[in-house]
């Protein structure tokens, strides 16, 4: 069976059900149709509740929960309309992308509308072309939910957008699809299974390879290529955080990137990276040190992961952020460990430059309650003067408490 | 030599020149101090000339030019400010960030300036943050220039900005430094040959491993090392956009991402990929034929680099974007060649989403004249019904025409 047919059969027969299989790998349509009704129907229930007439969305990675839409476009202005009552999003973009909707969504092609090259690093912007629509639509006075904050909703557009339709009233939904993602789906979970297994392999790779006399790029080279090929399942997808990988001094600098200078003996390596199955991250985070690690780096290292290991056993459906930070908090209350930023994060969905999902922190003052199918970043970071260390974990919240998705030794990583 | 003492040298005593064989390195600060005054001082001039008194700059590409800072982290809030008066810009960011601005840029501490870990992903906007140093210099009132269009500069950030700051005049300055960008050094020309050479190889290690059977993955996670790995003089840094490789009705859709799909004998294979060196990119595209294409794809091809040929031959300062867009589609016409949208745009320092310069667009009624030192990537792809091919190459504006920077065969490249 070639793919164009199963391409085919994705769009047609099989709607509503699908075969797990498929989840294991990469592929342009990973979700049923089914799954993308639900989340279109939560959406529009909770627009409804909050009086919402048009959702307007500009981030990536909401645009891919809702559409299937996915490609390496969003360079450009794109964006996915949602109205309480149409069937499908409508999904606006560059005409030369117009095939990648078509591979990628389960729209059917009237809810596929391109706007032409003059658009394009123009004057005439595409939220003039997007007001059109929404005028189109008898939608022009309405109530339009538009994300303030995302990185793809410029000021500019939002001005153009805003003098296109003078009576419309906006409201900021920065976060009100990210949301509707934090709690996954079992296939968004099997995504994350699986990102997880190579998030593993690429990190015993990174560990095989980062030795005194190695240079960065090379080490950056082997888990780029480790986290691509992915697993005998499935292929990788790519991160939309490269891996980090300070070493040295550098490793208090936790979001330097490589550079061709060589690892040297005595010094701590960081290593932050994630697999990627179609589009859902499982980061991972391991400290390696290059040689015998000063005491301070080996009680410090133990610490961190004491303070782990009592944060996730604090886990459990109904306990809110907070109260897994205040756990994280007191464990290490009185070492030499102290830690004033966040500890972790809500994650899934990813486009660069960020997997983060934007929801829920574990920190103080978030009341977020875990829930089942919430999927988290546990990361705290430590850095002291010369040095830092970052040990995490990604883990996803069950019945039952944390399951945490990879299997590496959580421990610094000491090669000796 | 440590690396620890390298890295004070540059900030200390060579100061003004350069060894130029450290620009063939990856390294965490590639420009001299002189290159980074000469930067500020002609941006000073310009918004002297437009009477700017602030300089707001977000979009990452234009803080790396003007500062040096370099690290994955502008998923969070970052800003530069620069004044006519002051002898350096300041940095402002998250303070865990810190020490990447220490470590990569070439200002003085006093100039690196971070907010607090409360001011990410929650109520609280870094924009208060900012508008409060600029009240301090006592220029709340004065006319800003802000970067309208940026990826960074959301459309919240520009609200907080200017509740904020109420009696400050707001001016679009989003091409404002990417202009003073577009007229490269020496030193950064020197970054655009290192990175096509590592292009050159990537590119032939992806024509080598593409073939029927092989997965897409696989086929990127090899050019992703190629590309990391660089090559004897140099490592690679990360593309702001990731290789594109669509293959078969998917070469219709060029910004598709890979699956992990197998490559199908009888199809084409699109291969659009970039080298970088200290975030100076020199992108390059080549399209594969896996068995004997049909007489359309030969013809096509052939075409298309009959067109190339001819534009490139255009290229000499003075002539504008326009009139080498004209000698293109002069070359292709009554062919069965069509291309609606431009054919190439100026290239240089690239963060994701995109390594596109955002200046001159090599289309019609763009009259930016060609100058030596402007870097271009010329990439006239065309789609057809069931397919499409790209061939592109970067290009240097010199005295005496177009230098091509990468050396690759500019043709189908068939597979047999």
């Known amino acids: 069976m070639t793919k164009r047919i199963i391409s085919e059969l994705y769009k047609g027969f099989i709607s509503d059900s699908y075969p797990f299989v498929i989840m294991a790998q990469l592929a342009r349509q990973p979700f049923s149709r089914g799954e993308y009704r639900d989340r279109l129907h939560e959406t529009q229930r909770r627009m409804e509740d909050r009086g919402l007439n048009v959702l307007l969305i500009t981030d990536p990675a909401n645009i891919f929960y809702l559409s299937g839409y996915d490609a390496y476009s969003f360079y450009v202005p794109q964006i996915l309309l949602v109205t309480p009552d149409r069937d499908q999003p409508v999904w606006v973009?560059?005409?030369?992308?117009?095939?990648?909707?078509?591979?990628?969504?389960?729209?059917?092609?009237?809810?596929?509308?391109?706007?032409?090259?003059?658009?394009?690093?123009?004057?005439?912007?595409?939220?003039?072309?997007?007001?059109?629509?929404?005028?189109?639509?008898?939608?022009?006075?309405?109530?339009?939910?538009?994300?303030?904050?995302?990185?793809?909703?410029?000021?500019?557009?939002?001005?153009?957008?805003?003098?296109?339709?003078?009576?419309?009233?906006?409201?900021?939904t920065t976060k009100f699809v990210n949301f509707i993602r934090m709690v996954k789906s079992d296939a968004e979970v099997e995504c994350h299974r699986q990102a997880a297994k190579i998030s593993?392999?690429?990190?015993k790779q990174g560990i095989d390879t980062i030795s005194a006399g190695v240079s960065e790029s090379d080490a950056a080279a082997t888990v780029y290529e480790a986290l691509l090929e992915g697993t005998d399942e499935t292929g990788g997808d790519y991160p939309a955080i490269v891996p980090l990988m300070p070493s040295g001094k550098g490793t208090g600098s936790p979001h330097l990137t490589w550079?061709?200078?060589?690892?040297?003996e005595g010094e701590p390596v960081?290593?932050?990276?994630?697999?990627?199955?179609?589009?859902?991250?499982?980061?991972?985070?391991?400290?390696?040190?290059?040689?015998?690690?000063?005491?301070?780096?080996?009680?410090?290292?133990?610490?961190?992961?004491?303070?782990?290991?009592?944060?996730?056993?604090?886990?459990?459906?109904?306990?809110?952020?907070?109260?897994?930070?205040?756990?994280?908090?007191?464990?290490?209350?009185?070492?030499?460990?102290?830690?004033?930023?966040?500890?972790?994060?809500?994650?899934?969905?990813g486009y660069p430059p960020s997997w983060v999902e934007k929801t829920a922190s574990i920190r103080p003052g978030d009341q977020t309650e875990l829930q089942p199918n919430m999927v988290f970043h546990m990361i705290p970071g430590v850095w002291f003067d010369d040095y830092?260390?970052?040990?995490?974990?990604?883990?996803?919240?069950?019945?039952?408490?944390?399951?945490?998705?990879?299997?590496?030794?959580?421990?610094?990583?000491?090669?000796?």
């Not at 593993?200 to 990190?203: C, D, G, I, L, R």
Request: net charge negative; proline share 4%.
């Open 388 to 416: 830092g260390i970052e040990i995490s974990e990604s883990f996803l919240v069950t019945e039952d408490g944390a399951e945490v998705l990879a299997d590496v030794p959580r421990e610094l990583i000491v090669k000796n």
């Open 200 to 203: 593993e392999q690429a990190m």
């Open 270 to 349: 960081i290593l932050e990276l994630a697999g990627v199955v179609n589009r859902y991250h499982s980061p991972l985070t391991r400290t390696i040190f290059l040689g015998e690690p000063p005491e301070q780096v080996r009680t410090a290292s133990q610490i961190i992961v004491d303070g782990i290991e009592a944060a996730l056993d604090a886990v459990e459906p109904g306990v809110t952020c907070e109260e897994v930070e205040q756990v994280w908090r007191e464990r290490i209350k009185g070492t030499i460990v102290e830690k004033e930023s966040r500890i972790g994060y809500s994650t899934g969905i």
């Open 93 to 172: 973009g560059r005409d030369q992308d117009y095939t990648c909707a078509t591979e990628t969504t389960w729209l059917d092609t009237d809810n596929i509308v391109v706007y032409s090259d003059e658009y394009v690093d123009s004057e005439k912007h595409p939220m003039s072309f997007v007001a059109d629509i929404l005028n189109n639509w008898g939608r022009a006075d309405t109530t339009i939910g538009v994300e303030m904050k995302s990185d793809y909703f410029s000021a500019h557009a939002y001005h153009e957008l805003s003098r296109a339709l003078p009576d419309a009233t906006f409201e900021d």
């Open 259 to 264: 550079t061709n200078e060589k690892y040297e």
